[in-house]
């Protein structure tokens, strides 16, 4: 029995250690493709790539809403400011609400 109550404890913490590293893992992925988005994206309208990057977002799986990410242009420099809340269960039943944000900023070089 208690061998069983061990084994119940270690797949609890697992599960919850894998979805919040799915979570984070989601988000880098978010980071990284937003960035190349910027780099090749110099000379592409700003709206074409809020949608790039609200596409990329779509495909992880992850509820970051159209007002939540934010692109300037100054001349040569782009900025991108992208934010989103999202609930990770860590536990049956159980969720914890992590706020994801990050901004990046290109200047392409000419």
């Known amino acids: 029995m208690k061998t069983l109550l061990k084994l119940l404890v270690v797949a609890a913490v697992v599960n919850g250690a894998y979805r919040f590293g799915m979570a984070e893992y989601r988000f880098s992925q978010l980071k990284e493709s937003t960035h190349s988005v910027l780099a090749l994206g110099a ?22 809403a159209a007002e939540r990410v934010s692109l300037a242009r100054e001349n040569l420099r782009t ?24 901004t990046d900023e290109i200047a392409a070089l000419r």
């Open 43 to 64: 000379n592409t309208p700003i709206e074409q790539l809020k949608d790039q990057i609200l596409r990329k977002a779509m495909d992880l799986s992850l509820p970051v």
């Open 79 to 102: 900025t991108a400011a992208v934010s989103y809340r999202q609930d990770v269960e860590y536990f049956p039943g159980l969720t914890y609400p992590r706020q994801y944000s990050f």
